[in-house]
């Protein structure tokens, strides 16, 4: 057992599998001492100043003392593979020179933030960066995607770090994806979708998702905010475990940027564009769709980059044309980024289900 740690705070389950090998489980803490699990710290690396974890962060939240602190941090002493986050509570209410934050940090420096969800000033980011807050970093903004209710009723909020990829959600549902490795694609197109329902979505031209992550929840005040703040977001309210490189996913299609599904759309006649959905490093991809009559179904995927891109057909040039009330399903063929479906109809089609579905 490892020096300092007692019985009552250290678990550990031994069982025999059906062949008959013996397994350890992860240790899981019991009453552990809040300093045994997190290190807390202020200020900027390398000038930085080590706190007592239980002295700043409580069952009311994480406070900075204005004129005490500038910008504090708690950390995960340690570390996880493709992480899952999540944490249940409220924002403080949004104000210029506050920045609060919760996610991970993947660089070596303690000081240093690499994926979280930002609220800074009067708006809030995805944040993505590969070294830390000011080397290799893209925010892509999802200031209208916050409930209305932000600052005075509490949600679970999630980041979900898969290879290639960085889902944030709310009460399990996605509101934001940050694409990674993605040439220059992240340069202008996908700043189309910034801020947009039903999730906005962003690149970053940087690596570091394969690196292991600590947790981290922070606060910084500069002018010209004042007064000591609390971040309502207690540590027993906080979740991390580690997760898959490509977990299964199962997105719901979506109008272009709206939250109005496809599933039991009428289309009154109309063309249908549905919303992007990302599908980079995924090798086994699905579309599903099922309408009321023969209408023309195209799947695209968009190919090139901002300089020269455009989205081209995959399932068929032209699309194909569906059988009503039977289901289409596509398979794609090869590794894209994103992906989008068109739907135009005979008539007043319905559109009955349409979702894609991603393994590998």
């Known amino acids: 057992m490892a020096a300092g740690i007692t019985p009552k705070q250290l678990r550990q389950n031994t069982s025999v599998s059906s062949a008959g090998l013996q397994s350890l489980a992860v240790p899981v803490w019991v009453d552990a001492n809040l300093d045994e699990v997190y290190c807390a710290i202020d200020g900027n690396f390398p000038n930085i100043t080590h706190l007592d974890v239980g002295g700043i962060w409580n069952e009311d939240g994480l406070t900075l003392q204005d004129g005490v602190h500038e910008a504090i941090r708690v950390l995960s002493r340690g570390s996880f593979r493709h992480p899952r986050l999540r944490a249940k509570g409220k924002w403080l209410t949004m104000e210029a020179g506050l920045t609060q934050f919760i996610g991970f940090s993947n660089s070596g420096a303690l000081s240093n933030l690499g994926i979280a969800i930002a609220l800074s000033g009067a708006s809030a980011y995805v944040y993505a960066g590969a070294y830390g807050e000011t080397l290799f970093t893209s925010l892509i903004e999802i200031t209208d995607l916050l409930p209305a209710d932000y600052d005075t009723t509490e949600y679970v909020y999630g980041v979900n770090v898969i290879d290639g990829m960085v889902e944030v959600t709310i009460n399990g549902k996605v509101v934001a994806v940050a694409l990674y490795e993605i040439g220059n694609l992240d340069g202008g197109f996908l700043n189309n979708y910034v801020n947009e329902l039903p999730y906005a979505m962003g690149g970053s031209r940087t690596f570091g998702l394969e690196a292991s992550h600590c947790t981290v929840i922070g606060l910084k005040q500069e002018a010209p905010a ?126 009955r289900w349409a979702e894609v579905r991603m393994s590998r």
């Open 226 to 351: 004042t007064g000591d703040k609390t971040l309502p977001f207690p540590p027993h309210h906080l979740w991390c475990n580690e997760g898959s490189p490509y977990p299964p996913r199962h997105y719901q299609v979506y109008k272009e940027k709206t939250a109005t599904r496809w599933s039991n759309l009428a289309t009154l006649g109309a063309a249908q564009t549905s919303h992007p959905i990302p599908v980079w490093g995924y090798t086994n991809v699905d579309v599903m769709f099922r309408s009321d009559a023969a209408g023309v179904l195209q799947v695209q995927a968009y190919v090139g980059d901002d300089t020269i891109g455009d989205w081209m057909d995959i399932n068929n040039p032209g699309g194909v044309i569906v059988v009503p009330g039977l289901l289409y399903s596509y398979h794609l063929e090869s590794i894209h980024t994103i992906i989008r479906l068109i739907y135009t109809p005979t008539n007043g089609d319905t559109i």
